[in-house]
């Protein structure tokens, strides 16, 4: 979208008016105070569970592909944890958009501040390796409080409108980088800064390798490989999750172990792991609504297609 579209009287269109609603419901959302916020997050999470029958089936086919230890009650008693997690994330991303932002900081324990200080004083920025967790944006936010400015790699969204919100809110905390700019990303880390990047998505076969995430083929881009080579930049893991009793946040920094390991196909494997590690410290905060192994060696979708998703 150009510049000049980038006009709020162009988004009036027929096309951007759900888009209005749920951008209302969001504005709403971030409002709320924190406790019923994340009520009736989880409230919506469940609302959302039942209305979107295709994102449901998806989930249902990565849990069942991942958590193959849980019987099929388990199984769907964690769909349903799943989904109110994220209905809780929409909330957590209202309250980044448009709420009291330092009011987080006050519930946020920070572990491994001292590793970032460390990587930071090599003066080559730092790449945090991310993960689409349900409370991404609010994620954002939390990070943005320690260390250098933190800049997020970011891919442009189909809806205009949309776009235009994300981009224009998540700047309260952060820049955005399109991910096809790898010149802004080389001169953010000659700054010293911090480049947030998440290659947790499934992104197709080209530049690509096939590698395990939790016991499943996972295609896996090789470019955080490049990234960390382009200023020799050190990377390291960030998680951010709410605590179990729901009444704050943890920020865990940690050090990427054998990262680069001079091969592409071993340096996803590497980045895979340990997201999953990750994943597996609140497992339902995880975006599993997302077709993360839609592609295959075979060249086939055949496990989500399979399920009618």
Not at 277 to 284: D, H, I, L, S, Y
Request: aromatic share 12%; net charge positive; glycine share 8%.
């Amino acid at each position: 979208m150009s510049d000049a579209a980038e006009n709020w009287k162009d988004f009036l269109a027929p096309k951007y008016w759900v888009t209005w609603i749920l951008l209302g419901i969001l504005r709403f959302f971030g409002a709320l105070p924190f406790a019923l916020g994340l009520k009736v997050g989880s409230g919506f999470g469940m609302l959302l569970y039942y209305l979107i029958k295709k994102r449901r089936k998806v989930t249902e086919v990565n849990v069942r592909l991942c958590f193959p230890e849980k019987n099929p009650e388990e199984q769907k008693a964690f769909v349903k944890d799943i989904f109110r997690a994220n209905g809780m994330g929409f909330v957590e991303t209202a309250w980044a958009y448009w709420g009291d932002i330092e009011a987080f900081k006050k519930r946020t324990t920070v572990i491994g501040q001292d590793i970032l200080d460390k990587a930071l004083a090599q003066g080559r920025g730092v790449i945090i390796l991310g993960a689409h967790f349900s409370n991404l944006d609010l994620g954002g936010v939390l990070i943005s409080y320690y260390g250098a400015p933190v800049h997020c790699m970011y891919r442009k969204h189909n809806n205009a409108l949309m776009d235009y919100v994300i981009r224009t809110k998540r700047s309260r905390f952060t820049s955005v980088i399109d991910r096809k700019r790898i010149r802004d990303v080389l001169r953010r880390l000659k700054d010293n800064h911090c480049i947030w990047y998440a290659p947790d998505q499934d992104f197709g076969e080209k530049g690509s390798v096939f590698v395990p995430f939790f016991g499943q083929t996972a295609a896996t881009i090789t470019a955080t490989t490049k990234f960390v080579a382009m200023n020799q930049s050190p990377m390291l893991m960030v998680r951010h999750q709410r605590n179990k009793d729901n009444l704050g946040y943890t920020i865990e920094i940690s050090e990427v172990p054998n990262f680069p390991s001079g091969d592409e196909t071993e340096d996803a494997r590497i980045v895979n792991q340990t997201i999953e590690q990750a994943v597996r410290q609140a497992p339902e905060q995880y975006m599993w609504v997302h077709k993360r192994f839609k592609t295959q060696p075979d060249g086939k979708q055949k496990l989500y297609k399979q399920a009618g998703c």
